[in-house]
Every structure is written in C-alpha cells, then in structure tokens.
C-alpha cells in the first residue's frame, strides 16, 4: 500500500461560529497541524520581526494587512509543515490570497462553518475573557466559577470592544462581504463542504464523520497506547 497523500485543509466561519473549537476537536482526533493566521501575527507582532513590525502599522491604522503581507507570512509558515497533514484557519481571507495559495498547494477541502448570524451575535455578546491568558468564558454556555473573574488568577475579566453588541454586527457584515468571494471560489472548485448548524456539538459529529473519510482518528490509539 502507498502512504496516504497528506490532508491539506481550510476551516472558514465567521468570528464567534466556533471555529477556534472546533480546530482543536480536529487537532486532537486526526492530528493535523494547525496554522491560524491571527495566532501567527501576533506571535510575529511581539517578537517585533519585519513583517510583524509592517502588520501592526496597518493594524493600528484600522486598515486590512494587505494581501501580500499575509501571503507572504503564511505561505513561509505553510513551508515548513509540508511532512504534515494542516489545517489553515483565518487564511485565505481574499479571492486573491487564495489563488496564491492555489499556486503553492492544492487544497483538498474547505470546512465551511454556517452559523446563523443572530446566533453568533448572542453568543459574541456574551464572551468575556481574560487578558493575560486569553482564556475565553461565555456567560451562557461557559461561565465563570465567580461571576466576572477568571477561574485559575481570580483576575477581572473584561469584553473586548469587539464583543460588544454594535461592533459585532459590523464584523459579520464585514466577514460576510470578504468572504463570500472566497467561498464562491472553493465551492465552484468543489472543494467547499459546509455544515450548517446554531451549537457547536451537533455541528461536530458531521465534521467528524466528513473528515474520518480523509484521516484516521488518533486520538483512539493514543488512548489505547498510553505512554
């Protein structure tokens, strides 16, 4: 038998469609890497490195980091995961990153999470975090243990401007108009598989099963196999 050809995949929803769940239920059964765009610039942001030092210039200015700068630090990350199986989060964002992309690796599918935006808006509204650690509580789902205090420092927890109710909405009307484009894109290659749901959990056994026809679960022999 040949070694299986190596999974290339896209997860694509709008902020607070449980995405960042829903990557580390894919992280932990099928073992792929995770490459998240916004965890990369950040990472780049605090080191201070060229292209970290160039986003935040545009970040700070409340501009979009132009497409080249993106692709370029995504792309160079992407390198070096090419023994991987991965799954790309936050990128591509534009028609224009993905057809760079397309040029440097063939996607096998893009994970489209379809979340009604009403939903979202309560849930996003409800999300409070802890700065420090960037631990996230939902006051409906997941509070805290004391109300408006993280659970391990007992520091407040504050809501970020982009949780509140009226930047909400502008950032799914925002994600809405540059996404679009981008699932058009996918879905006219056939590689777009959508799972559309309001919880996270039922959501999750379709992706599952979906991606179980690509990838074997290792998280059961990581059970059977304790170390």
Known sequence: MGVPPLLRAVIMGPPGSGK???????????GVKHLSSGDLLRENMQKKTEVGILA?????????????IMTQLMLNEIKSLDR????????PRTVAQAEVLDKECHIDTVIDLDVPFEII?????????????????????????????????GEPLVQRDDDKPETVSKRLQAYDAQTKPVLEYYR????LKSFS???TNKIWPHIYAFLQTKLPDVSQKVAANPR
Not at 20 to 25: N, V
Not at 84 to 91: S, V
Not at 188 to 191: A, Q, R, T
């Open 20 to 30: 960042g769940t829903i990557s580390a239920r894919i992280i932990k059964h099928f």
């Open 56 to 68: 935040k210039s545009y970040i700070d200015q409340g501009q979009l980091i132009p497409d080249d």
């Open 84 to 91: 991987y199986n991965w799954l790309l989060d936050g990128f």
């Open 121 to 153: 808006k309560c849930r996003l509204t409800a999300r409070w975090i802890h700065p420090a650690s960037g631990r996230v509580y939902n006051l409906e789902f997941s509070p805290p243990k004391v109300q408006g205090m993280d659970d391990l420092t």
């Open 188 to 191: 006219k290659k056939g590689l």
């Open 197 to 199: 749901g309001t919880e």
